[in-house]
């Protein structure tokens, strides 16, 4: 006997970039969308009956359609409305999930001139939120961000860890220390000043970051985490990911020089991986 068990569908990487014109200052948002549904949709799979299946074509041309009405100005709200109307207008749908990423443009500043209608991207960071609403149930609201590339040369070490006959890297007490962070967050409700607690939340990370006396990448991630679990009520977890990006001190002994921490190659891989969920409870 077989059966179906689970099945989802949808919509992935829409791109929009939404222009607003209405003041002197323009905004410029450019955001890649993705619309999963599950629901009733068992027949189409078994019998190839389409009678309850909306288009994947049209899931598009709904993003662009809202798009263009819509009054949000964080992409968690945009997210909750194109849910909303997923839900309200197919009652075949029990959940529809919707994943945004959004790429940062600012104006473009030169010279204590702020160019109103001229943008730039200032690096490869993403914001990104899912939003899950199923039907009968509080909407899940996650939030995030990747690709944050930090690195600090200085308040960061590793030591003390186990060694054995495979060992080669040396203790050291003064390392640099860099990474691409990849954090989500859990929101308690989905009536939040969203583009606040994001800057806050960007923000501790890179205080942080910044300030912390690092014993090791979890040491440090953990500090990360914590501190925004302490500083955002509204926050109710936080997954952090931290892969270690290298930069190895390059030998310079064969010269006839030293090296006092100065010179170093940049390595991509292999490298460590750190990854780890904090939450609040006892």
Not at 135 to 150: D, I, M, P, Q, Y
Request: net charge negative; proline share 4%.
């Amino acid at each position: 006997m077989v059966r179906l068990a689970e099945n989802t569908y949808g919509k992935c990487q829409v791109r929009v970039v939404r222009v607003k014109r209405d003041n002197p200052m323009h905004s410029f948002q450019e955001w890649s969308v993705e619309i999963l549904l599950t629901g009733e949709f068992g027949e189409c799979f078994t019998t190839g009956d389409n009678s309850r299946i909306l288009a994947t074509d049209t899931m598009k041309n709904t993003v662009y359609s809202l798009a263009r009405d819509t009054k949000a100005e964080s992409i968690e709200d945009f997210a909750f409305e194109l849910s909303d109307y997923l839900i309200r207008n197919n009652p075949q749908v029990r959940e529809a999930t919707i994943s945004i990423v959004s790429v940062p443009w600012t104006h473009i500043h030169v010279d204590g001139t702020t160019f109103p209608s001229a943008f730039q991207q200032t690096s490869g960071e993403l914001q990104t939120t899912t939003v899950s609403y199923a039907r009968g149930e509080e909407v899940a609201v996650t939030s995030g961000l990747k690709n944050l590339v930090v690195m600090k040369t200085a308040n960061s070490g590793f030591e003390g860890f186990i060694r054995d006959s495979h060992t080669t890297l040396p203790e050291t007490a003064d390392r640099l220390l860099g990474t691409a962070v990849r954090a989500q967050w859990k929101y308690s409700s989905s009536s939040l000043d969203f583009d606040r607690l994001r800057g806050f939340a960007r923000n501790t990370l890179l205080k942080t970051f910044a300030e912390h006396e690092s014993r090791s990448v979890q040491h440090t991630l953990y500090a990360m985490g914590n501190a925004l679990l302490e500083g955002a009520p509204e926050v109710e977890d936080i997954e952090i990911t931290m892969p270690n990006k290298h930069c190895l001190l390059v030998d310079l002994s064969r010269f006839g020089k030293t090296n006092p921490n100065e010179i170093f190659v940049p390595t991509d891989e292999p490298y460590g991986y750190i990854e780890a969920r904090l939450c609040r409870g006892n």
